[in-house]
């Protein structure tokens, strides 16, 4: 298995266009002029990703306030995508990656550990990316629960 190409500070946001859980096109070209957090997560509705999910919806007026949009992708179908929107009311868009194309180009899709063995599937990633399409922040294997927190720490919103 190779190495999955990660991405730092500093590179350009890879672009991307997929459907949100209504299946509407949403591409990061949209949000130029503007910061976006882009967080990638295994499975809507298991524990750790609606905690995760969750954590950014309950910050999510602060980090606006801050000039910050929220963009959530995983490999979930839009269906499924719009039923944890609903469950969970969410207010910020999820995006649907079922071939895995953008997990794979921003690094968040490969080899990880889990439970003590190596399989391959999404890597809990975060980034932020500002108004020109360059990343400023990339976070690997970020922790579900906290993670909003500190992020909010890290970037003083």
Same mark, same amino acid.
């Given at each position: 298995?190779?190495?999955?190409?990660?991405?730092?500070?500093?590179?350009?946001?890879?672009?991307?266009?997929?459907?949100?859980?209504?299946?509407?096109?949403?591409? !990061?070209?949209?949000? *130029?002029?503007?910061? &976006?957090?882009?967080?990638?997560?295994?499975?809507?509705?298991?524990?750790?990703?609606?905690? #995760?999910?969750?954590?950014?919806?309950?910050? !999510?007026? @602060? !980090?606006?306030?801050?000039?910050?949009?929220?963009?959530?992708?995983?490999?979930?179908?839009?269906?499924?995508?719009?039923?944890? *929107?609903?469950?969970?009311? !969410?207010?910020?868009?999820?995006?649907?990656?079922? @071939?895995? @194309?953008?997990?794979?180009?921003?690094?968040?899709?490969?080899?990880?550990?889990?439970?003590?063995? *190596?399989?391959?599937?999404?890597?809990?990633?975060?980034?932020?990316?500002?108004? #020109?399409? %360059?990343? #400023? &922040?990339? #976070?690997?294997?970020? *922790?579900?629960?906290?993670? %909003?927190?500190?992020?909010?720490?890290?970037?003083?919103?």
């Amino acid at each position: 298995m190779t190495d999955t190409k990660k991405l730092g500070p500093g590179d350009p946001a890879p672009d991307f266009t997929l459907p949100d859980a209504d299946g509407k096109p949403v591409s !990061l070209a949209d949000y *130029r002029g503007r910061k &976006v957090i882009v967080y990638f997560y295994p499975a809507a509705s298991t524990p750790g990703c609606t905690k #995760q999910a969750c954590d950014f919806r309950d910050n !999510l007026a @602060e !980090l606006n306030e801050a000039g910050l949009d929220v963009l959530g992708i995983s490999p979930d179908k839009p269906a499924k995508l719009a039923k944890f *929107r609903d469950n969970e009311k !969410l207010t910020f868009p999820l995006l649907s990656d079922p @071939e895995r @194309e953008v997990l794979q180009e921003w690094g968040a899709y490969g080899e990880k550990t889990m439970y003590g063995k *190596r399989i391959t599937g999404v890597i809990r990633s975060t980034f932020l990316v500002d108004e #020109q399409g %360059v990343i #400023q &922040v990339a #976070q690997y294997n970020v *922790r579900a629960t906290g993670h %909003v927190a500190k992020l909010r720490r890290d970037l003083s919103v």
